[in-house]
């Protein structure tokens, strides 16, 4: 078993030499996501950076304790649901906080104490509401929270069949998986088709030649990614985010409800609560609320590593690892110029 104490006490004699300033590059941003009042990023110095409203402590940053020898577990990747936060530590254990009214930043077992083996460990994370979901590296799925309208109960696999789930996407009374094979199921709320009927969509009879890679969720409509850069969505159409008729691009109905944009091959997929966009390049195309105003709710040009928006405002991780905010919502705080004091290997010999 690993003990910090001693390991500090056996280094002490060093500890001028392995503390230092750090030299290199400014923080980065390594994740970022969005809901209605506040917002929260991932940084490279293993901080979690919040800012918006914080009536319920949700907004709270995470900053990592600079100048141990033992640095503690850093914030990996980071979800925002309406009112809470969660996020995946390099402990591989998942960390939330804000408004656990519904249980929705309590995980299960599973998920709160690291585990020995990677496979169980969480992989992907989605935050809806007042319920998260997660995934594990072993493909396994757990939701906790809210479950009114089972949007905390992933279907269980038939006796004759395997689900390996590989990403999940969490809305406001419902959710989405994908596994491995590239076949999506959705469950909870259905009552605009945004679950599909609780059908499992499978490419091979839907799009035979194209296989799903992505599947996000926004309140009452869902939306899928295909290797082929196509953008599938379903459900709720009261704010153009299914399709735009007024639009240039090519729509087609493929199943009744199910609706394909096939004029651009986009290569990322980003679903707000009743609006969606796709990224090809440092090309954005959006349909939807807010879009159909325009300025200043379109995300600006440049290809995101990573993007986000719900009803109102959005942020994006550029290709540099910038952080930036648009629309109307709060702006994003600076990354500062270094992580502080960092360890540095010491220099053998003279």
Known sequence: MYH???????????????????????????????????????????????????????????????????PPPRYTSITTGLLHTCSIMSSRVVACWGDNSSGQRTPPPQFATASLNPGYSPAEIDAGWFHTCATTGYGSIACWGDNSSGQSSPPAAPFDDDYVWVDVSAGAWHSCGLMVDGRIACWGADDDDQSFGHAIIDEAWLLPNEEFVDVEVGDQHSCALTD?????????????????????????????????????????????????CGFAGAQSVCWGAPFDTGAPYLPPAGSPSDAAYVANFGCKIDGAGGLSCWGYGPSAPSLGSSCGLTLTRPRLGG
């Open 228 to 276: 082929h850069g196509h953008i599938y969505c379903w459900g709720s159409n009261d704010d153009g985010q299914l399709y735009d008729a007024q639009n240039d691009f090519d729509w087609a109905e493929v199943v009744p409800g199910f609706y394909r944009a096939t004029t651009i091959e986009f290569d990322r997929l980003v679903v707000g609560a009743v609006g969606t």
């Open 4 to 70: 910090p104490r001693r390991a500090s006490l056996l280094l002490l004699p060093f500890a001028s030499a392995l503390l230092s300033r750090d030299a290199a590059a400014a923080p980065t941003a390594l994740d970022v996501d969005v809901h209605y009042t506040h917002a929260c990023a991932t940084t490279s110095c293993g901080d979690a950076l919040c800012w918006g409203d914080n009536g319920f402590g949700q907004a709270t940053s995470r900053i990592i304790p600079r100048g141990q020898l033992t």
